[in-house]
């Protein structure tokens, strides 16, 4: 009971920060509703016994990357009108569609979802040999996840690489 | 009841509360401490020595008047004070003061929570402190300020890359995120990990001064350059709030290296028996005087060196410092693979 209530709280504000995110004028404004919104995920993931994830969602998520948004937002003129999209008919026609695309999603989810109740989650963290969520996620990232895991990180290499090459011409 | 909630609360209370009149008196203490070394006397005139002068300071800076600039971001502008002092205060939940001890009857541990992912807790927090400094400069809406923030968070991204690698040695040597897993690792390993981690140690010190912006790494509140830093436009109780938040985070780095690389609440030498007498002063006495040890050398620091230059700042922290952190890693990694295999 104490648990669903935590939970429908929780969503609420995520959801009310999220809508915050895409409807506030100023951009500074909404990235720091965007800061809040991932704190309040990293609630749920303590909610949900991962606290590795939670902090991981903290000092990623909430510390690194928003910080270097809000740097680019800070140093980047936003307060000019954009100029190169200025017809609003074919805007708007897209976005009617991707958000019809994104409502029949969710829907399907949700009658898929009711159908496969009483499967249960945790088989997973149960037949693993070490205990602790910081162990069992180590444990799935180099078992059966290894190869996911290194080909991100290879990208996040190529990234960082690309990154250096762009802003340094002479080497 | 009482265990789960009553004791907490009060553990809570009592934490914040030591913290806050530490910070004031941490003020005091570098003012005295570099007035000395200064050949000064430093404040004398409030209460026998200046003892009362934190006092004195509070009431002024409350009774001030409370500006807010025409042109700057209201909601930000007050925001920005409140998002620095947080982190640094809510950091205190998973430091170990001590162990469990029995007091009036009833086991009490010496910590307020003991997650089992705590030193990442403390670094996640700290990451979310630079907001605060960012938020101040750019809610000002004037030059100096916002110059002083991007300086400073500049700063302190770079830092907390050489800090943090070196946490990743010491996680390597203890096995586990706890803080008082670290603790209880140093009391079985019969050695501070200052001893076998002296690089990490000297990198994180160093990393430390450079995160809570002290000499010689104040670059962001260079006076001579930016007339103060990214709290120029702020006044009374707001400025308080900056100026307690960046002692409670040197509080918060002292007692984080006392924890992982000088035994945190364990007596010097704790597994020799003939010095056993010294069990008789508490753990925590232990934990608040080397403390207050490393408080002392951050003001010593700032008492004897010159400030560093931005670029000379900046290439010391990706040139020196987190190469060294990764060697060191590399290193401790081989080291110990070998020790198991043995």
Same mark, same amino acid.
């Given at each position: 009971?104490?648990?669903? @209530?935590?939970?429908?709280? !929780?969503?609420?504000?995520?959801?009310?920060?999220?809508? /915050?995110?895409?409807?506030?004028?100023?951009?500074?404004?909404?990235?720091?509703?965007?800061?809040? $919104?991932?704190?309040?995920?990293?609630?749920?993931?303590?909610?949900?016994?991962?606290?590795?994830?939670?902090?991981?969602?903290?000092?990623?998520?909430?510390?690194? #990357?928003?910080?270097? %948004?809000?740097?680019?937002?800070?140093?980047?003129? !936003?307060?000019?009108?954009?100029?190169?999209?200025? $017809?609003?008919?074919?805007?708007?026609? /897209?976005?009617?569609? /991707?958000?019809?695309?994104?409502?029949?999603?969710?829907?399907?989810?949700?009658?898929?979802?009711?159908?496969?109740?009483?499967?249960?989650?945790?088989?997973?963290?149960?037949?693993? *040999?070490?205990?602790?969520?910081?162990?069992?996620?180590? =444990?799935?990232? %180099?078992?059966?996840?290894?190869?996911?895991?290194?080909?991100?990180?290879?990208?996040?290499?190529?990234?960082?690489?690309?990154?250096?090459?762009?802003?340094?011409?002479?080497? | 009841?009482?265990?789960?909630?009553?004791?907490?609360?009060?553990?809570?209370?009592?934490?914040?509360?030591?913290?806050?009149?530490?910070?004031?008196?941490?003020? &005091?203490?570098?003012?005295?401490?570099?007035?000395?070394?200064?050949?000064?006397?430093?404040?004398?005139?409030?209460?026998?020595?200046?003892?009362?002068?934190?006092?004195?300071?509070?009431?002024? !800076?409350?009774?001030?008047? $409370?500006?807010?600039?025409?042109?700057?971001?209201?909601?930000?502008?007050?925001?920005?004070? #409140?998002?620095?002092?947080?982190?640094?205060? #809510?950091?205190?939940?998973? @430091?170990?003061?001590?162990?469990?001890?029995? !007091?009036?009857?009833?086991?009490?541990?010496?910590?307020?929570?003991?997650?089992?992912?705590?030193?990442?807790?403390?670094?996640?927090?700290?990451?979310?402190?630079?907001?605060?400094?960012?938020?101040?400069?750019?809610?000002?809406?004037?030059? %100096? *300020?916002?110059?002083?923030?991007?300086?400073?968070?500049?700063?302190?991204?770079?830092?907390?890359?050489?800090?943090?690698?070196?946490?990743?040695?010491?996680?390597?040597?203890?096995?586990? &995120?706890?803080?008082?897993?670290?603790?209880?690792?140093?009391?079985?390993?019969?050695?501070?990990?200052?001893?076998?981690?002296?690089?990490?140690?000297? #990198?994180?010190?160093?990393?430390?001064?450079?995160?809570?912006?002290?000499?010689?790494?104040?670059?962001?509140?260079?006076?001579?350059?930016?007339?103060?830093?990214?709290?120029?436009?702020?006044?009374?109780?707001?400025?308080? &709030?900056?100026?307690?938040?960046?002692?409670?985070?040197?509080?918060?780095?002292?007692?984080?290296?006392?924890?992982?690389?000088?035994?945190?609440?364990?007596?010097?030498?704790?597994?020799?028996?003939?010095?056993?007498?010294?069990?008789?002063?508490?753990?925590?006495? =232990?934990?608040?005087?080397?403390?207050?040890?490393?408080?002392?050398?951050?003001?010593?620091?700032?008492?004897?060196?010159?400030?560093?230059? %931005?670029?000379?700042?900046?290439?010391?922290? =990706?040139?020196?410092?987190?190469? /060294?952190?990764?060697?060191?890693?590399?290193?401790?990694?081989?080291?110990?693979?070998?020790?198991?295999?043995?």
């Amino acid at each position: 009971m104490g648990e669903a @209530i935590a939970f429908y709280t !929780l969503a609420a504000f995520i959801l009310g920060f999220a809508v /915050l995110v895409v409807s506030t004028k100023d951009t500074v404004h909404s990235v720091l509703f965007l800061v809040l $919104d991932f704190l309040f995920v990293a609630a749920l993931y303590v909610l949900l016994s991962a606290p590795f994830l939670a902090v991981i969602q903290i000092l990623v998520y909430a510390g690194g #990357i928003v910080v270097l %948004y809000l740097f680019v937002v800070m140093l980047v003129n !936003l307060k000019r009108p954009p100029e190169a999209h200025q $017809d609003p008919r074919r805007r708007s026609k /897209l976005g009617f569609g /991707l958000s019809v695309a994104v409502l029949l999603e969710l829907v399907a989810v949700g009658l898929i979802g009711v159908n496969e109740t009483g499967r249960p989650v945790t088989a997973a963290a149960s037949v693993m *040999p070490v205990s602790g969520n910081t162990e069992q996620v180590g =444990w799935l990232l %180099y078992t059966s996840y290894l190869i996911p895991f290194e080909i991100a990180s290879m990208l996040l290499l190529v990234a960082m690489i690309g990154a250096i090459v762009l802003a340094k011409r002479e080497l | 009841m009482i265990d789960s909630f009553v004791v907490p609360l009060l553990k809570i209370l009592i934490v914040l509360n030591a913290t806050l009149v530490g910070v004031t008196y941490m003020v &005091l203490l570098e003012r005295k401490v570099i007035a000395w070394t200064q050949s000064r006397l430093g404040p004398m005139r409030v209460g026998p020595y200046g003892i009362l002068q934190p006092v004195a300071d509070a009431v002024k !800076l409350m009774i001030k008047e $409370d500006i807010t600039p025409v042109r700057a971001d209201k909601w930000v502008f007050t925001a920005a004070p #409140i998002i620095s002092m947080v982190p640094a205060l #809510i950091v205190y939940a998973v @430091i170990p003061f001590g162990p469990e001890v029995s !007091l009036f009857g009833r086991r009490v541990s010496l910590f307020i929570t003991d997650v089992n992912v705590g030193l990442l807790y403390v670094v996640s927090v700290a990451s979310v402190g630079v907001y605060g400094i960012i938020l101040a400069g750019y809610a000002s809406n004037s030059k %100096y *300020p916002l110059l002083a923030s991007l300086r400073a968070s500049a700063q302190l991204i770079s830092y907390e890359v050489a800090v943090t690698l070196t946490l990743v040695s010491v996680i390597l040597m203890s096995g586990t &995120l706890s803080m008082v897993g670290i603790v209880n690792a140093q009391y079985n390993g019969n050695v501070w990990f200052a001893f076998v981690q002296p690089v990490a140690f000297v #990198i994180f010190f160093i990393g430390g001064l450079a995160e809570t912006n002290r000499a010689p790494f104040d670059m962001p509140e260079a006076e001579q350059e930016l007339t103060g830093g990214f709290h120029t436009e702020y006044s009374g109780m707001r400025f308080a &709030l900056f100026f307690l938040a960046e002692y409670a985070n040197m509080i918060v780095v002292a007692s984080v290296a006392t924890t992982l690389f000088f035994g945190g609440w364990l007596r010097p030498f704790p597994n020799v028996a003939f010095l056993r007498f010294l069990d008789l002063i508490p753990s925590w006495t =232990w934990f608040l005087l080397k403390t207050f040890v490393f408080l002392y050398i951050f003001i010593w620091v700032r008492a004897t060196l010159p400030r560093y230059r %931005y670029d000379q700042l900046m290439r010391l922290g =990706w040139k020196v410092l987190i190469p /060294l952190a990764i060697g060191n890693l590399v290193v401790t990694g081989i080291v110990k693979v070998l020790m198991v295999m043995w």
